[in-house]
């Protein structure tokens, strides 16, 4: 497949992800095909055993998966990138891509808590070592630092309590040391957040959420510089990854309108976080995309945007209260993932190891969708007053 010689750098990043791949559409159509294969023949025995074409085996690679990696490495401004059949697929591969038993992990405290138990069972039981860190240590990562401290992983911001990092700084006291970093990009879709340019090795996103946009398929990216990517991408090869053609189609095509979605899950995410902050059951709200908020200027200095998540701590308040605010929701769906067109909320506990939770009160986790804010308003000034209701 002949590829995209042109310069793009000069385009604007809302035209680059539109327009992202077409190089791999064919007889004049916008989109690239779907290509369901496993096996892929060779003309002749020096091409099968030279290998001189573009595509070996269905698992290697195919024109679909190529157009969604390639659409993915340029919105992230990363060297290449790999699809996974989920996020928490891209953040194992990931890891275990770089650490070997005796190696040293420093992981975020504020994590992905399925990636928690990765850590604490799988990684554990290989003989890797998992270090949890303050999400805002920053420079202070350099003292938790060991000799055999292989990579240092960073989410910012933090899954449930938002915690903005300061990524650049640790970035650089981690590779420092010799340490790849990676990040959890998820949040930002890799469209807010540049994690390359902010010094990171390694981008990863749950391309379930805001790159697919519709809930309708899982898929997982690991984004790689140049030097990592060789390393990487002989781990992904070996261990026999790869992501379904069908939900890589449904992917590219949700990226193309991911920088329009985002600005609506933006705007309408601060409307409601704003009306938020004044209700009188509401002791925080956890958004770094609001004046004042706990994060707010890490994330104006690094950030080009918000996303449509986060959450807020209540003032204290029953079980029984709770579950009369949440079980009659007409507009927030209570579900564990986001980044789709539809709104959702669900309670939670931080999990914590390296630091403690100060916080009082129930938490949720709001995902603003693509509904009218008022009506979202409308729906949550409902709840509150079932809750007060049932107090």
Same mark, same amino acid.
């Given at each position: 497949?002949?590829?995209?010689?042109?310069?793009?750098?000069?385009?604007?990043?809302? =035209?680059?992800?539109?327009?992202?791949?077409?190089?791999?559409?064919?007889?004049?159509? /916008?989109?690239?095909?779907?290509?369901?294969?496993?096996?892929?023949?060779?003309?002749?025995?020096?091409?099968?055993?030279?290998?001189?074409?573009?595509?070996?085996?269905?698992?290697? #690679?195919?024109?679909?998966?190529?157009?969604?990696?390639?659409?993915?490495?340029? %919105?992230?401004?990363?060297?290449?990138?790999?699809?996974?059949?989920? &996020? @928490?697929?891209?953040?194992?591969?990931? !890891?275990?891509?770089? %650490?070997?038993?005796?190696?040293?992990?420093?992981?975020?405290?504020?994590?992905?808590?399925?990636?928690?138990?990765?850590?604490?069972? +799988? %990684?554990?039981?290989?003989?890797?070592?998992?270090?949890?860190?303050?999400?805002?240590?920053?420079?202070?990562?350099?003292?938790?630092?060991?000799?055999?401290?292989?990579?240092?992983?960073?989410?910012?911001?933090?899954?449930? =309590?938002?915690? /903005?990092?300061?990524?650049?700084?640790?970035?650089?006291?981690?590779?420092?040391?010799?340490? +790849?970093?990676?990040?959890?990009?998820?949040?930002?879709?890799?469209? *807010?957040?540049?994690?390359?340019?902010?010094?990171?090795?390694?981008?990863?996103?749950?391309?379930?959420? *805001?790159?697919?946009?519709?809930?309708?398929?899982?898929?997982? =990216?690991?984004?790689?510089?140049?030097?990592?990517?060789?390393?990487?991408?002989?781990?992904?090869?070996?261990?026999? @990854?790869?992501?379904?053609?069908?939900?890589?189609? !449904?992917?590219?095509? &949700?990226?193309?309108? @991911?920088?329009?979605?985002?600005?609506?899950?933006?705007?309408?995410?601060?409307?409601?976080?704003?009306?938020?902050?004044?209700?009188?059951? +509401?002791?925080?709200?956890?958004?770094?995309?609001?004046?004042?908020?706990?994060?707010?200027?890490?994330?104006?200095?690094?950030?080009?945007?918000?996303?449509? @998540?986060?959450? %807020?701590?209540?003032?204290?308040?029953?079980?029984?209260?709770?579950?009369?605010?949440?079980?009659?929701?007409?507009?927030?769906?209570?579900?564990?993932?986001? #980044?789709?067109?539809?709104?959702?909320?669900?309670?939670?506990?931080?999990?914590? =190891?390296?630091?403690?939770?100060?916080?009082?009160?129930?938490?949720?986790?709001?995902?603003?969708?693509?509904?009218?804010?008022?009506?979202?308003?409308?729906?949550?000034?409902?709840?509150?007053?079932?809750?007060?209701?049932?107090?």
């Amino acid at each position: 497949m002949e590829k995209n010689t042109k310069d793009r750098s000069t385009l604007k990043p809302a =035209t680059r992800i539109a327009t992202a791949s077409r190089q791999y559409a064919e007889h004049g159509m /916008v989109n690239p095909a779907v290509y369901r294969a496993s096996t892929i023949t060779f003309p002749d025995v020096d091409t099968l055993v030279n290998r001189r074409q573009d595509y070996l085996y269905g698992r290697r #690679g195919t024109p679909t998966s190529r157009a969604f990696e390639t659409a993915v490495a340029e %919105l992230e401004g990363g060297h290449d990138c790999k699809a996974c059949p989920s &996020g @928490l697929a891209a953040i194992s591969s990931a !890891l275990l891509a770089f %650490l070997n038993a005796g190696d040293h992990l420093l992981m975020v405290d504020t994590v992905y808590h399925p990636a928690r138990e990765f850590c604490d069972k +799988v %990684l554990k039981r290989l003989g890797v070592e998992t270090t949890y860190y303050d999400p805002l240590i920053g420079g202070g990562i350099a003292k938790l630092m060991k000799a055999n401290t292989r990579v240092v992983y960073c989410e910012s911001p933090g899954s449930q =309590t938002m915690e /903005v990092q300061d990524v650049p700084v640790i970035a650089e006291a981690a590779r420092a040391k010799g340490a +790849v970093v990676m990040l959890d990009n998820t949040w930002s879709g890799g469209h *807010y957040f540049k994690a390359f340019d902010m010094g990171c090795d390694i981008s990863i996103q749950a391309a379930t959420k *805001y790159l697919v946009g519709h809930s309708d398929a899982m898929m997982g =990216t690991v984004t790689c510089n140049a030097a990592t990517w060789p390393q990487f991408k002989d781990a992904y090869e070996t261990m026999g @990854l790869f992501a379904g053609p069908d939900d890589m189609y !449904l992917a590219l095509r &949700g990226m193309r309108t @991911l920088d329009v979605r985002l600005e609506r899950h933006m705007k309408s995410a601060i409307t409601v976080a704003e009306w938020l902050r004044g209700r009188a059951e +509401v002791e925080t709200v956890l958004y770094p995309a609001l004046s004042n908020a706990p994060g707010h200027s890490q994330w104006k200095r690094d950030f080009t945007g918000a996303s449509g @998540l986060f959450s %807020l701590v209540l003032k204290p308040a029953s079980p029984k209260a709770m579950a009369a605010m949440l079980d009659h929701m007409e507009l927030f769906s209570m579900g564990y993932s986001w #980044g789709g067109y539809e709104s959702l909320v669900v309670p939670f506990k931080p999990h914590r =190891t390296a630091t403690a939770w100060k916080g009082e009160g129930p938490c949720l986790r709001l995902h603003i969708g693509l509904e009218h804010p008022d009506d979202l308003i409308a729906d949550l000034d409902a709840g509150f007053a079932r809750l007060k209701a049932a107090q």
